[in-house]
T-cell receptor
């Protein structure tokens, strides 16, 4: 069964600090992995997408890594801001008919001043 | 910019009522999806549609039905709402059946069934 596990479930950090969110998956065959940011009461918005051959991708202060061998990804947030407070969802797409998505449970990040 | 809109942000219904959730996208996307999101469970796929008049069951279709009469509109129907259908409902659309194409999400409808 395809699964995506994220850790930690929740995290509180001070403004300006860095943090790293983890994602482990067992989706097969693998197509790509996206990190989404979901603000409270809003729909998720894509931050990055990574395919099998990519091992790092940045989007401003967000840097995602992918290790396809160990089936792990991380999202590193640098110099956090209050606006980074949100849920971050790891989503893996299978390379099969329908290209269906498997969603992680998300990490809820709170950045405090 | 892709825009996915949902008819209501908040909805309160009573047990047994028929509930319609509407979703409209403005980018001529072929694929549309309905998810529900519950704490600790993540997003779970209820139904999806590859194109007009087409629909496929997702992981948790029980208690729900859908309608796609026009390309831009995908409706989720709760035939007889129950309290365990209290949840956040998210609609999404995607350009075509291809893994790299991003799913764009609407703002969500928070449904409470009393």
């Amino acid at each position: 069964k395809n699964q995506v596990e994220q850790s930690p479930q929740s995290l509180i950090i001070l403004e300006g600090k860095n943090c790293t969110l983890q994602c482990n998956y067992t989706v097969s065959p693998f197509s790509n992995l996206r990190w989404y940011k979901q603000d409270t009461g809003r729909g998720p918005v894509s931050l990055t997408i990574m395919t099998f051959s990519e091992n790092t991708k940045s989007n401003g202060r967000y840097t995602a890594t992918l290790d396809a061998d160990t089936k792990q990804s991380s999202l590193h947030i640098t110099a956090s801001q209050l606006s980074d407070s949100a849920s971050y969802i790891c989503v893996v797409s299978a390379n099969n008919a329908g290209n269906m998505l498997t969603f992680g449970g998300g990490t809820r990040l709170m950045v405090k001043p | 910019d892709v825009k996915v809109t949902q008819s209501s942000r908040y909805l309160v219904k009573r047990t047994g009522e028929k509930v319609f959730l509407e979703c409209v996208q403005d980018m001529d996307h072929e694929n549309m999806f309905w998810y529900r999101q519950d704490p600790g469970l993540g997003l779970r796929l209820i139904y999806f549609s590859y194109d007009v008049k087409m629909k496929e069951k997702g992981d948790i279709p029980e208690g729900y039905s859908v309608s796609r009469e026009k390309k831009e509109r995908f409706s989720l129907i709760l035939e007889s709402a129950s309290t365990n259908q209290t949840s956040m409902y998210l609609c999404a659309s995607r350009m075509r059946l291809a893994g790299y194409n991003e799913q764009f999400f609407g703002p969500g409808t928070r449904l409470t069934v009393l």
